[in-house]
Every structure is written in C-alpha cells, then in structure tokens.
Nanobody, 119 residues
Framework: QVQLVESGGGLVQPGGSLRLSCAASGMIFSSNVMGWYRQAPGKERELVAT???????NYAEFVKGRFTISRDNAKKTVSLQMNSLKPEDTAVYYC?????????????WGQGTQVTVSS
C-alpha cells in the first residue's frame, strides 16, 4: 500500500500562482510515475501532468508553459508549480501514484485539494 498526503491549494486571483505538493509513503518500488489530475464540477477527472522516476514529464496541452511538475525521489515527493492561473483551472487536484511489479500495475490517489481561481 502507498499513502499520499497532499498540501497546498486554496484561493488565488487570476494570473496568480500556487504550489501543490504530495508526499508518498509505504511500499514504494524503484520505478514509478507520480502526477496530478484534476476534476472540475460536472466534468470528468483529467490529466494535468506526470513525471517518472527518471524525470520524464508529460503535460496536458492546457497547462504547457504555465505549470511545472517536479519530484524529489529521495523524499518521495512530487510538486506542481502553477503560474498564470485562470478561472478555468478551478478544480479539485488529485495526486496520483502509479507503480508496477511484473504484470501488475498499482494505482493510488490522494484525497484531493481544492484550487479556486477567482477575483
């Protein structure tokens, strides 16, 4: 089992910045992918960004150039720096952790943290 604890989030004005962090603990394998998803009211959960243990990143088109994902493998943390925030970025943001062992993929989710972009 892997536990994820998120921090950050809150209310910010359009154009502002926020930083989300997520710490993982438990049985963690050497190869894994950490990332962030978000879900706005009435919409499906969607990918924001992911990063592998080797540092390979993947971003949704709508955050490229504005959000930066990073991780600290030693501390087992992942962060999402969000700049130039827009009202449409308002959503609950979820930390995601994926790892695999042979043919089995394990997926874990954080509890979610609210991000509200409003004037």
């Amino acid at each position: 089992q892997v536990q994820l604890v998120e921090s950050g989030g809150g209310l910010v004005q359009p154009g502002g910045s926020l930083r989300l962090s997520c710490a993982a603990s438990g049985m963690i394998f050497s190869s894994n992918v950490m990332g962030w998803y978000r879900q706005a009211p009435g919409k499906e959960r969607e990918l924001v960004a992911t990063i592998s243990t080797s540092g390979t990143t993947n971003y949704a088109e709508f955050v490229k150039g504005r959000f930066t994902i990073s991780r600290d493998n030693a501390k087992k943390t992942v962060s999402l720096q969000m700049n130039s925030l827009k009202p449409e970025d308002t959503a609950v943001y979820y930390c995601n952790f994926r790892q695999w062992n042979l043919a089995t993929i394990y997926v874990y989710w954080g509890q979610g943290t609210q991000v509200t972009v409003s004037s």
